[in-house]
């Protein structure tokens, strides 16, 4: 069974930090394009960010730019998620997700998540004003 387990989420301040994890198991995606979305409630899952198999690009959602930094370790089969300077916009379940599109493609990395065919399922980050 393939799984993507997230892990690192809670309660912290307004410009306070946290770093989510998302390991998988059951198979690797070493090769592959993974990603993190956020879905606060009421509202539709927003892209926050993508890196390639390699982890030699990475793309950002606009309102995250600046603050969060997604990377990934292939050794561990894990994904990273750091955030920083949280505000009360980014409460929300975090979901990472694997894209299997695609192997080893050097600058490919979708900000869709139809492109995404394994997910996690969330983490809740929750930031107090």
């Known amino acids: 069974q393939v799984l993507l387990a997230e892990s690192g989420g809670g309660l912290v301040q307004a410009g306070g930090s946290l770093r989510l994890s998302c390991a998988a198991s059951g198979r690797s995606f070493s090769g592959n394009a993974m990603g993190w979305f956020r879905q606060a409630s009421g509202k539709e899952r927003e892209f926050v960010a993508a890196?390639?198999?390699?982890?030699?690009?990475?793309y950002y959602g606009d309102s995250v730019k600046g603050r969060f930094t997604i990377s990934r370790d292939n050794a561990k089969n894990t994904v990273y998620l750091q955030m920083t300077s949280l505000k009360s916009d980014d409460t929300a379940v975090y979901y990472c997700a694997a894209d299997t599109s695609t192997y080893a493609s050097r600058t490919y990395a979708s900000r869709l998540p139809t492109m995404y065919d394994y997910w996690g399922q969330g983490t809740q980050v929750t930031v107090s004003s």
């Open positions: 890196i390639t198999w390699n982890g030699g690009w990475t």
